[in-house]
Nanobody, 111 residues
Framework: DVQMVETGGGSVQAGGSLRLSCVASGLIFSRCGMAWFRQAPGKEREWLSNLNRDGTSIYADAVKGRFTIYRDNAKNTLYLQMNSLKWEDTAVYYC?????WGQGTQVTISS
């Protein structure tokens, strides 16, 4: 069975940083396309970034230049480094590896 475990969420002040991690097991991690999404209260789930199998990445305009997606195949782990956090980044963050979703981790930014 595929298992996904997200960690790294928390509460930080605006301007701060967080790194989210998503550990996946039960799949061939290195062959997967990967992505991060988020969902703020009362809003639809929002795509943030894709990391393709060839290592290329793309970002939504809302996070471009502030967030970085990367992976460690040896650890079966996907990361999202988030810098210069803003109040509007407050949301539950979800990873997606191949077609599998993480459980979500809460990120709260205080102004």
């Amino acid at each position: 069975d595929v298992q996904m475990v997200e960690t790294g969420g928390g509460s930080v002040q605006a301007g701060g940083s967080l790194r989210l991690s998503c550990v996946a097991s039960g799949l061939i991690f290195s062959r997967c396309g990967m992505a991060w999404f988020r969902q703020a209260p009362g809003k639809e789930r929002e795509w943030l970034s894709n990391l393709n199998r060839d290592g290329t990445s793309i970002y939504a305009d809302a996070v471009k230049g502030r967030f970085t997606i990367y992976r460690d195949n040896a650890k079966n782990t996907l990361y999202l480094q988030m810098n210069s956090l803003k109040w509007e980044d407050t949301a539950v963050y979800y990873c997606k590896v191949c077609l599998n979703w993480g459980q979500g981790t809460q990120v709260t930014i205080s102004s």
